[in-house]
């Protein structure tokens, strides 16, 4: 089994930061696409970023793309969202996932998710 936990979220005003992290446990296979989700209340959670633990590839929503860098650390099986230029809209609960493949991912199947962090940007 995969435990993910994620922190880092919190209260932070619009056009602020925020660095989330998510250490991921347990049975891991380095093949596994690492993945960032969102669900505001009343909507579906969608696909915010992913990175791979292995390679380079790594894809963005465009909702974040250019203010949002997904990052990785292997040595610590953890991986980060950094979130800039922060907006209202952007208010979340914000979860870490693994999964196999692009397509499954980004239409929000994935094997393993963590417990969700909540992110709230005032305006």
């Known amino acids: 089994q995969v435990q993910l936990v994620e922190s880092g979220g919190g209260l932070v005003q619009a056009g602020g930061s925020l660095r989330l992290s998510c250490a991921a446990s347990?049975?891991?296979?380095?093949?596994?696409?690492m993945g960032w989700f969102r669900q505001a209340p009343g909507k579906e959670r969608e696909f915010v970023a992913g990175?791979?633990?292995?390679?380079?590839?790594?894809s963005y929503a465009d909702s974040v793309k250019g203010r949002s860098t997904i990052s990785r650390d292997n040595a610590k099986s953890t991986v980060y969202l950094q979130m800039n230029s922060l907006k209202p809209e952007d208010t979340a609960v914000y979860y870490c996932?693994?999964?196999?493949?692009?397509?499954?991912?980004?239409?929000?199947?994935?094997?393993?998710w963590g417990q969700g962090t909540q992110v709230t940007v005032s305006s």
């Open positions: 996932a693994a999964g196999r493949n692009w397509a499954p991912m980004r239409g929000g199947s994935c094997d393993y």
């Open positions: 347990g049975r891991t296979f380095s093949s596994y696409i």
């Open positions: 990175i791979r633990w292995s390679g380079a590839t790594s």
